[in-house]
């Protein structure tokens, strides 16, 4: 079954620090999103992209974050500087147009700011 | 404004005993509805899904969901809980290629 793949699993950094998230989409999807999850919280909606822009993006996607599909699978999130508070699970997830509607997330990148 | 709620935070139930987890959601349009599971420290696992057509669903690990539109409802059950099914289950609601919007999550223990 396709699989949408994270790396690297885990990353520890340090505050201030910038940290590039790396997700490789399933092939044949068009729409790809990255979420967040603060420990023992609910997952939170960052952004979504399509067609090589941001289609949509929700509040806690200030100006610290940006994303880029940089080749033709990549699909990235960069944090510039990183704060205590960006500690948290990042999933990425993607989903196709067709009728054959998927919407699947990778494991996830754990991100630890110390 | 779309929202879920997932009204019980924490759920235990014996081993062998059936299980549902509640799930209402509030959405403007045809939602399209999720039910993810979680293992601690893991991804999510997507256990079901309804777009549209019959409104009982089945998904995987022998859960299934009832889409009830009067109720705003979308409730994940499954008839005899197996141990290895202690995770975080998630509800999600969403249309098609637009962001989901999840709820807090249940919680759910097993004991022998």
């Known amino acids: 079954e396709p699989e949408v793949t994270q790396t690297p699993s885990h990353q520890v950094t340090q505050m201030g620090q910038e940290v590039i998230l790396r997700c490789v989409p399933i092939?044949?999807?068009?729409?790809f999103y990255w979420y967040r999850q603060i420990l023992g919280q609910k997952v939170e909606f960052l952004v979504s992209?399509?067609?090589?822009?941001?289609?949509?993006k929700s509040e806690i996607f200030d100006d610290q974050f940006s994303v880029e599909r940089p080749d033709g699978s990549n699909f990235t999130l960069k944090i510039r500087s990183t704060k205590l508070e960006d500690s948290a699970m990042y999933f990425c997830?993607?989903?196709?147009?067709?009728?054959?509607?998927?919407?699947?997330f990778g494991s996830g990148t754990r991100l630890t700011v110390v | 404004a779309q929202s879920v709620t997932q009204p019980d935070i924490h759920i235990t139930v014996s081993e062998g005993a059936s299980l549902e987890l509640r799930c209402n959601y509030s959405?403007?349009?045809?939602?399209?509805l999720f039910w993810y599971v979680q293992s601690p420290g893991q991804g999510l696992q997507l256990l079901l899904k309804?777009?549209?057509?019959?409104?009982l669903v089945q998904g995987i690990k022998g859960f299934e969901a009832e889409f009830k539109r009067s109720q705003s409802s979308f409730n994940l059950r499954k008839p005899s809980v197996h141990w290895s099914d202690a995770a975080e289950y998630f509800c999600?609601?969403?249309?098609?290629?637009?962001?989901?919007?999840f709820g807090k999550g249940t919680r759910l223990s097993v004991i022998a």
């Open positions: 992209f399509y067609n090589n822009e941001i289609s949509e």
């Open positions: 997830a993607s989903s196709e147009i067709g009728a054959n509607y998927g919407y699947t």
């Open positions: 092939s044949n999807h068009l729409y």
């Open positions: 959405y403007g349009a045809t939602p399209y």
């Open positions: 309804y777009f549209s057509g019959d409104t």
């Open positions: 999600a609601v969403g249309a098609r290629n637009t962001p989901l919007v």
